[in-house]
């Protein structure tokens, strides 16, 4: 499939954006990583007219043929549980965007009709693959033209965060047991089992993973490809968009590999303790805004990190200058 034309992010505006900083009341730099957030959202944007009012979260959710290989406490039924808990508003995700003042939708992409055990096949066609990108890309879209300014997305899908590992061994070739952990809390049998289900299928796909593509088809997932697919959306649209914990992550970092310009419109909103992540925000090459000790998944650390940037363009885009304020300058 064609993706979408991603420009990179240009320095002008940094820069820009910048010297706007210097002009406001208050000593240069203060207001630390605050101030970078607003430069880049004002480069991605190509304003000093920026704006964070209409955020929207997207869940993807997707269930994981690997499950047959016992790599998960939690049986493979929680992903369409959970999927009703978040349409309820029962969830972690929906107490956080309820408090928080954001908008919340959930995108089914393979609950129930998940993707193929990859330690046995690939976990795609290439078909399905380029059918779950496009729905991210067209997620993406949509929020652009309701006129959305700033984007996150995060997951649900029993068994994805070995689908991670195995991406984050693939992209980064670092051994199996350096990307893999617990996830929802495996034991010691479970995790034994889940890096054998990894390095089983990095055998087996060995000769497919030299390009995003090829991992993503081979070990991915439907809610991974969409996750892809919407950074790359977002992106095209020149919408800044964050990224959750270590399954999203992984996801941003095959959009990246896919059209490296896609890492400007980027924000890491936290840290997680999944020991996989930090290989994956390498990819993407953003600090994370947040480190919480958080490893729920489903966006939590998205909106969060998304009032941080709000808070952002405000101090940008609301504060005086020494000029207007009558404030004398150094």
């Not at 000593?27 to 605050?34: A, D």
């Not at 107490?95 to 609950?111: C, P, Q």
């Not at 984050?168 to 054998?196: F, H, I, N, Y």
């Not at 919480?292 to 998944?297: D, H, P, Q, S, T």
Request: charged share 15%.
């Amino acid at each position: 499939m064609k993706l979408p034309d991603i420009k990179t992010v240009d320095q002008s505006w940094i820069d820009a954006a910048a010297r706007h900083q210097l002009e406001l009341t208050k000593p240069p730099g203060s207001l630390g990583r605050l101030e970078e957030i607003a430069n880049r959202c004002a480069a991605i944007r190509e304003t000093l007219a920026i704006t964070a009012a209409r955020p929207r979260i997207v869940i993807f959710a997707a269930d994981h043929g690997v499950c047959a290989e016992g790599v998960s406490p939690y049986p493979q039924a929680v992903t369409a549980q959970m999927v009703a808990n978040f349409e309820h508003g029962g969830a972690a995700i929906c107490a956080l965007t309820n408090v928080l003042g954001i908008e919340l939708k959930v995108a089914d992409v393979g609950v129930g009709a998940g993707t193929k055990n990859f330690c046995v096949e690939p976990a795609m066609t290439e078909a399905e693959m380029e059918r779950a990108l496009q729905t991210g890309i067209d997620c993406a879209t949509a929020a652009a033209d309701e006129g959305c300014d700033l984007l996150g997305f995060g997951e649900m899908g029993i068994g994805n965060t070995t689908a991670a590992a195995a991406i984050a061994s693939a992209m980064t070739s670092l051994p199996v047991e350096a990307v893999t952990g617990q996830g929802t809390g495996a034991d010691s049998g479970c995790m034994q089992r889940k890096r054998a289900a990894v390095t089983r299928a990095l055998a087996l796909h060995s000769a497919a993973l030299n390009t995003p593509e090829g991992i993503l088809r081979c070990v991915g997932g439907f809610e991974i490809a969409a996750m892809t697919g919407f950074c790359l959306g977002a992106a095209a649209r020149r919408v800044p968009v964050v990224t959750d914990g270590f399954i999203a992550t992984a996801a941003a970092a095959l959009a990246v590999r896919m059209s490296p310009a896609t890492a400007g419109y980027l924000f890491a909103a936290h840290r997680s303790v999944e020991p996989g992540h930090a290989s994956t925000l390498g990819i993407i090459g953003q600090q994370p805004l947040l480190d919480l000790g958080m490893r729920l998944g489903e966006g939590s650390g998205v909106p969060l990190a998304m009032k941080l940037i709000q808070a952002a363009v405000a101090t940008f885009t609301q504060m005086a200058t020494f000029a207007s304020a009558g404030v004398s300058n150094k």
